[in-house]
Nanobody
Framework: QLVESGGGLVQPGGSLRLSCAAS????????MGWYRQAPGKQREQVAS???????VYADSVKGRFTISRDNAKDTVSLQMNSLKPEDTAVYYC??????????????WGQGTQVTVSS
């Protein structure tokens, strides 16, 4: 399972840091990432990071958000700077894991609300 923390209310231009910890019976975690879903919109990928720490970002957050992971602790974080009202959404942690049965599963967190407003 994935447990997220760090959401909240912040003023435009402010910063927040989201964290996500994975737990369960798996062999390895491959890619981890963050998605978000704003009211009335589809869920979109914000950022992802591979186990080799290669990163991908949505164009809308490049230069403002930074994703990182700690492979020893099975955690992933999203540092969000220069936040804008359009960043308001529920943010979900995502992980692709490899099981001991040599199958692949996708985990989702429960979501954490980020609201950017003055």
């Amino acid at each position: 399972q994935l447990v997220e923390s760090g959401g909240g209310l912040v003023q435009p231009g402010g910063s927040l840091r989201l964290s996500c910890a994975a737990s369960g019976n798996y062999f390895a975690i491959n890619a981890m990432g963050w998605y978000r879903q704003a009211p009335g919109k589809q869920r979109e990928q914000v950022a992802s990071i591979t186990d080799g720490e290669g990163t991908v970002y949505a164009d809308s957050v490049k230069g403002r958000f930074t994703i990182s992971r700690d492979n020893a602790k099975d955690t992933v974080s999203l540092q969000m700077n220069s936040l804008k009202p359009e960043d308001t959404a529920v943010y979900y942690c995502n992980a692709h894991v490899e099981t001991y049965s040599l199958t692949f599963e996708e985990y989702w967190g429960q979501g954490t609300q980020v609201t950017v407003s003055s």
